[in-house]
């Protein structure tokens, strides 16, 4: 019995049929996690806020009932703020969420700006 071997131009479209069902695959895939991402972001932001306040305030609580011996520093005569010690742990968290703001308004704003660049104000002829 001999078997049948492909010939390179059959490789080639056997590999192109392949590679053209996996991409299918991915973009469904694709597709499926966006329209997820679409329609929990807002549980999803709201989770990680949460949890990361909630880490926060635990391991602030177990600091203070705990007595931490690394929290006395010698020769300190001024407490640092609580609220700038969390802003500063959550600084790339505040960031993000800044910029998910920030975003949206400052190209709002840089379109409209270019589009009256481009066409002017039309003036009323009389």
């Known amino acids: 019995m ?3 071997k492909l010939t390179p131009l059959e490789e080639l479209r056997l590999e ?10 991915a973009s469904q895939r694709l597709s ?4 997820y991402l679409n329609d929990n972001w807002g549980s999803m932001l709201t989770k990680g806020v949460t949890s990361s306040v909630k880490s926060k305030f635990a391991e602030t609580v177990d600091n203070l009932s ?5 929290s006395v520093t010698p020769f300190v005569t001024r ?3 609580p609220w700038l ?5 959550n600084l790339p968290l505040i960031g993000s969420l800044s910029w998910g703001v920030a975003k949206p308004v ?5 379109a409209k700006k270019v589009t009256s660049l481009i066409f002017g104000r039309r003036r009323k002829t009389r």
Do not use: W
Not at 32 to 35: G, I, K, N, P, R
Not at 85 to 89: G, Q
């Open 79 to 81: 407490k640092t703020n």
């Open 85 to 89: 010690n969390f802003a500063m742990a």
């Open 66 to 70: 705990g007595g931490a011996s690394h």
């Open 32 to 35: 499926y996690q966006l329209q």
């Open 16 to 25: 192109k049929k392949r590679l053209s069902e996996e991409r299918t695959i």
């Open 2 to 4: 001999s078997t049948y």
């Open 106 to 110: 400052i190209l709002a704003f840089a």
